[in-house]
């Protein structure tokens, strides 16, 4: 019979937020008690598991088998965590985001001579966390052990990068302190470091909330996985023009869908819609992206 895993809720909680099985760590503390350094140490040497370039296994009878390691075993345990213990609920919106791409283009320029790729991504962070200051339970995660809600007073925001070892989700910390180009140029650092395999602990932990874009592979719209234990995802989808009747005229716009996946144990359905219909008003009306929240108060 397996001796039952002795670590303590803080250690717990870092585990399951680096997708550590602790039953497969040792522990280094008195009486063999499982430490957060022992947590640490386990999820780099996975990470530098996936440097190791994987031979597959000889092909047998028409099949070829891939030894489940690295970013993608952590991966695949973190999503079976999170679609077991999470009761997942989806809200979808299409948004108008004409306004928002003009004046992207507009900046353009200016950002790409200060050495910056501007994307409509940075414009997303910055108003979700405009909206998550609004719903800040979404901003949260569940605290199964002691039954509590713990709402988060910062705002970091994981950017899901889609790397050729797997899904890799660095964090921008403090995005509601930081400005369009440096949350852009930010993005810009950190999914090359994703791609090269080049990401610390440092750059993937500690999230509140996770964004995917999902678009930027083509596809119209789905329903992303919860980054847990945080309470929600947002998923951005694939651009298009469209017709669409303005004021009484059929007009060509831009338009892209938002899908959001949420807890719906602690997070009622009207309230993840107000939400994102918040972030809608944002990214439809991109001049409050420039305003302070005080200018609201």
């Known amino acids: 019979m397996q001796a039952p895993v002795r670590?303590?809720?803080?250690?717990?909680?870092?585990?399951?937020?680096?997708?550590?099985?602790?039953?497969?760590?040792?522990?280094?503390?008195?009486?063999?008690?499982?430490?957060?350094?022992?947590?640490?140490?386990?999820?780099?040497m996975?990470?530098?598991?996936?440097?190791?370039?994987?031979?597959?296994?000889?092909?047998?009878g028409g099949v070829e088998r891939v030894p489940l390691r690295g970013i993608r075993r952590i991966m695949a345990s973190k999503m079976v965590e999170a679609k077991s213990k999470v009761p997942h609920a989806y809200v979808v919106e299409e948004v108008d985001v004409t306004e928002l791409v003009k004046l992207r283009d507009a900046l353009r320029q200016d950002a790409e001579s200060k050495g910056v790729r501007l994307t409509l991504l940075p414009f997303v962070v910055k108003a979700v966390v405009?909206?998550?200051?609004?719903?800040?339970?979404?901003?949260?995660?569940?605290?199964?052990?002691?039954?509590?809600?713990?709402?988060?007073?910062?705002?970091?925001?994981?950017?899901?990068?889609?790397?050729?070892?797997?899904?890799i989700v660095p964090v921008i910390k403090g995005a509601d302190g930081k400005g369009l180009y440096q949350i852009a140029r930010e993005i810009g650092e950190l999914a090359?470091?994703?791609?090269?395999?080049?990401?610390?602990?440092?750059?993937?932990?500690?999230?509140?909330?996770?964004?995917?874009n999902i678009g930027s592979v083509g596809t119209v719209f789905g329903?992303?996985?919860?980054?847990?234990p945080e309470a929600a995802i947002l998923g951005v989808h694939r651009l298009m023009e469209v017709p669409r009747y303005v004021d009484g005229e059929l007009k060509p716009r831009k338009v892209l869908y938002l899908s959001l996946s949420f807890d719906h144990r602690f997070i009622e359905g009207a309230y993840a819609t107000r939400f994102l219909m918040s972030v809608?008003?944002?990214?439809?009306?991109?001049?409050?992206?420039?305003a302070s929240e005080e200018e609201f108060k």
Do not use: C, W
């Open 7 to 44: 670590a303590p809720p803080r250690v717990r909680k870092l585990a399951r937020e680096l997708g550590v099985d602790l039953s497969r760590v040792r522990g280094t503390g008195p009486g063999g008690v499982i430490t957060e350094e022992d947590v640490l140490r386990h999820a780099e």
């Open 223 to 228: 329903m992303a996985v919860i980054n847990y």
């Open 46 to 60: 996975a990470k530098k598991a996936v440097e190791v370039p994987v031979k597959p296994a000889p092909v047998e």
């Open 130 to 167: 405009k909206a998550l200051k609004e719903y800040p339970l979404l901003n949260a995660s569940l605290d199964e052990e002691k039954e509590e809600i713990v709402v988060k007073k910062f705002y970091n925001i994981g950017v899901a990068v889609d790397t050729p070892q797997g899904l």
């Open 192 to 212: 090359e470091k994703a791609r090269e395999g080049k990401v610390g602990l440092e750059d993937v932990t500690g999230g509140t909330f996770t964004i995917t």
């Open 280 to 290: 809608k008003r944002y990214l439809e009306n991109p001049a409050l992206l420039m």
